[in-house]
């Protein structure tokens, strides 16, 4: 008994040094020189529209809907916001959940949303239908590697047919008045890095602006973001502006991203899921050289839940519920909430269990620093494995 009362002190004293050595190195890291400013350049502008700042709100599946559009833009800093990947041929068909990837409201403006398919016709026709509703932007998606929008001939498989491609997006820009802008990968593979070669062609049927993840499609999300590759794509368009992409989470990485590539603007997904106050920080450091620290964990607690108000306020209890698991799960990592804590909000079936889910985090607070203070720094991992799995 004695050697299991000294093992579970042994154990406990171990997590109690390397939780606060974690944070000692985070506050070392927060107290660090912050990057300088980045070199004074002119506004991000899509053809006539003016955007508010350099920094996106990148496409993210199943995480940029309109609730987390409106608190991210609450908090300040966002240039542009855009949907998750919307098919056209679900929009022209009226498809309720397609619809509902659309939705919007005043506050949430300048609004892109990003179509993906590969029939011309039926690209236009929901470009169409988007610009008669009023949005600001149209966004072709040609980067998503997952391969059931490959195999159907979207997304990055665009890139393996350029004339049918550049036809394709030239058929949209024709088809309306709004900016249309294009989002890419570099390329297929390391062997077709045709990145380059679309963004001269694209310029040249009147696409605005381009977007570059810096990896391949068949790289997934593994290794580095290639930013001499998205510097290669800067440097072979004349006068529309490239916005980089790729492994941003943090004020020294878009300043890296900005300085190493050239590029216009820089669009942020899986960091802005981490830290939504990253797009008023960047807008400070960017005015100022200094920025204000991330919430704390009332501060996300409150936004977790303006942002599940905003959901309920679009669908039903039961469905509300079940898509906010996924967001509230990292909301409740970033808080350090206890694993058992976030067991039980995630089985929450009804409100009456989310209030008292929400109660006993409230009650018990952050596992490590503290209710009122600058929370450890979190990350937001990729999708691991073959790209082929996914």
Known sequence: MKCHYYRACHWLLFCIVYLKLRLFIFKA?????????????????????????????????????????????????????????????????????????????????????????????????????????????????????????????????????????VSLVQAVVEAVKIPVTVKMRLGWDDQNLTAPFFAREFEQVGVVAVAIHGRTREQGFRGSVNHEGIRQVVEAVQSIPVIGNGDVTSIADADH???????????????????????????????????????????????????????????????????????????????RVSPALRHQFQCAQNLNDFDEAVRAITAQGPLSGSRSGILPDMHIPVPGGPVERW
């Open 29 to 165: 890291l927060m107290n660090s020189p912050l990057p300088s400013q980045p070199d004074p350049r002119p506004p991000v502008c899509y053809g006539r529209l003016q955007l508010a700042s350099r920094y996106l709100l990148s496409p993210l599946a199943g995480y940029t809907n309109l609730p987390f559009r409106r608190i991210v833009r609450e908090i300040g800093g966002v240039g542009l916001a855009t949907t998750d990947l919307v098919n056209a041929r679900g929009l022209l068909e009226g498809s309720p959940k397609t619809l509902q990837l659309i939705q919007t409201c005043p506050e949430d403006s300048p609004f892109a949303v990003q179509i993906f398919g590969n029939d011309p016709k039926l690209m236009s026709e929901a470009a169409q239908l988007l610009e008669a509703r009023g949005v600001d932007s149209i966004d072709i998606n040609m980067g998503c590697p997952v391969n059931r929008i490959v195999k159907g001939g979207a997304g990055a498989s665009m890139m393996c047919r350029p004339d049918d491609t």
């Open 257 to 335: 991203m900005l300085r190493t590539t050239g590029c216009a603007g820089v669009s942020i997904g899986r960091g802005a899921l981490a830290n939504p106050w990253i797009f008023r920080q960047l807008v400070q450091w960017e005015q100022t050289g200094q920025y204000d620290p991330p919430g704390n964990f009332d501060d996300r607690l409150q936004l977790l839940l303006r942002q599940f108000r905003y959901l309920l306020e679009m669908t039903t209890e039961e469905r509300a519920i079940s898509m906010f698991r996924k967001m509230g799960h990292w909301y409740l990592k970033s808080m």
